[in-house]
């Protein structure tokens, strides 16, 4: 403080100075038309220099949330692209015989391992057992139960349930599970150890469980583990639907339906 | 005293020398730059700062150009510190001297008159022209301006404080 004393009293005069100018030239610009137009003009770009400088560094210290929200946009118009394609395919297929219910979750998965979800509508409108369910045009589940306006819904997240899918469009065929630890992460059973299984492969419906057309996204390969001396490797899925934020979904049958699970049927001939 | 002078030469500017310019833009004087520069040397810096101060100040309420004379005179003000220190004799001041042409001489004179005319005039035409492309032109005149008040400055400490008139009293 003493200091900061001493270096005011030393710099007095140029510091009266400074204050008698700064006085001056505050009347200048408040009656000087030129003087008042020009100075707003310099102050005006300077500012606006800072400002633009301001911007840049919060743009560029918000860029990871911008960047976040930006994938989060991307992950939804990818899924309304994929339902896009997967309309024109059901399109094509209603012709083969899939049709299309659209309707709306009531109760989605809480993340317990046995837990069935809640849908609408029911048997009123021809849900019927078995049909599969999508949400975005990715694989959801299959309906367990219909009743007269309410369906039960059998999620990828069951604990007790296998859904036979494909590594990539033209890969081998696996079944993929849950094991009830986390939502986000699907397990890949029996693969075995030659399968050129990659992260960042998808994961498609194969269709032989009859519950949904062939192709249909399910999820990513998150991780490939491959253990010495075991036959099967290890892969764990992250699934494309977002469990916790689904609210419509889509109740896709064959028409022909209940000739295919008939010849589906193990027959009796030796 | 000062303080009288100086508004005495304001009134004296804003009602009767105002239009006291033979060559037009090419010798407008500053009449009351003669009072401020009969602030004694060895004044303090304040003194000599808040006397431009308040000359622009007096200059900008009598002639109606608000900021212009108190930009100037705070800068003649400021400098005058400087320019009493620079164009000191080699032995300095007397505690009785004044800048007056019998104190000081005529040669010390002129160019102290001179030097803080060109100031006070350079600083005029910087904040009466602002832009730089006026500066320019403003500029020979403003020269011409500080020549025409040094020249006016002189007339009047000849006339007010000559040397015959010191010999006359004496």
Redesign the interface.
């Known amino acids: 403080m003493r200091n900061l004393w001493l270096l005011l009293q030393r710099n007095?005069?140029l510091l009266?100075?400074i204050a008698?100018?700064s006085?001056?030239?505050?009347?200048?610009?408040?009656?000087?038309g030129?003087?008042r137009s020009?100075w707003f003009q310099r102050t005006g770009a300077i500012s606006s220099a800072i400002e633009q400088q301001r911007s840049q560094w919060s743009n560029y210290l918000h860029l990871a949330e911008q960047n976040a929200t930006l994938a989060g946009e991307n992950a939804a118009l990818r899924s309304q692209l994929l339902s896009m394609e997967m309309d024109n395919v059901w399109k094509e297929d209603t012709l083969r015989g899939w049709t299309v219910l659209s309707g709306e979750l009531v109760k989605g998965p809480d993340g317990k391992p046995h837990t069935l979800s809640l849908a609408t509508p029911g048997q009123d409108v021809g849900v019927q057992p078995g049909m599969g369910v999508l949400s975005s045009g990715a694989a959801f589940g299959s309906v367990e139960e219909s009743g007269e306006t309410h369906s039960r819904i059998l999620t990828l997240l069951h604990a007790g349930a296998t859904w036979s899918c494909r590594i990539g469009r033209r890969g081998p065929v696996a079944s993929l599970g849950w094991d009830g630890v986390t939502l986000d992460r699907l397990q890949l059973k029996d693969v075995p150890r030659h399968v050129d299984a990659r992260q960042g492969d998808s994961i498609f419906t194969s269709g032989y469980d009859l519950r949904f057309p062939p192709d249909v996204p399910m999820g990513i390969i998150a991780s490939v583990e491959r253990h010495s001396g075991a036959d099967f490797i290890d892969v764990s899925v992250r699934p494309v639907v977002d469990f916790r934020a689904v609210r419509h979904v889509e109740f896709i049958e064959h028409r022909s339906d209940s000739e295919r699970v008939v010849l589906a049927q193990p027959s009796d001939l030796p | 005293m000062m303080a009288i002078r100086i508004i005495l030469m304001v009134v004296l500017q804003a009602l009767f020398l105002r239009d006291v310019s033979p060559f037009g833009i090419w010798t407008r004087p500053e009449w009351t730059l003669w009072a401020l520069l009969l602030v004694p040397p060895q004044s303090g810096?304040?003194y000599k700062?808040?006397c431009g101060?308040g000359m622009?100040l007096g200059l900008?309420i009598a002639l109606g150009t608000?900021?212009?004379h108190?930009?100037a005179?705070?800068?003649l003000?400021?400098a005058l510190?400087t320019l009493h220190r620079l164009l000191a004799p080699r032995e300095g001041y007397e505690v009785t001297d004044r800048p007056v042409l019998r104190d000081m001489g005529a040669g010390w004179l002129l160019g102290f008159l001179f030097a803080s005319a060109l100031v006070y005039h350079l600083t005029l035409m910087l904040?009466v022209e602002?832009?730089w492309h006026l500066f320019a032109g403003a500029l020979l005149p403003a020269i011409t301006s500080a020549c025409f008040t040094t020249a006016g400055c002189m007339v009047l400490h000849m006339a007010v404080y000559s040397p015959e008139r010191r010999k006359a009293s004496l």
């Open positions: 007095a005069f009266a100075f008698l100018m006085v001056s030239l505050s009347v200048l610009f408040r009656n000087n030129a003087a020009s | 810096p304040f700062l808040l101060f622009g900008d608000y900021g212009q108190m930009v005179g705070t800068m003000g400021g510190p904040v602002w832009y």
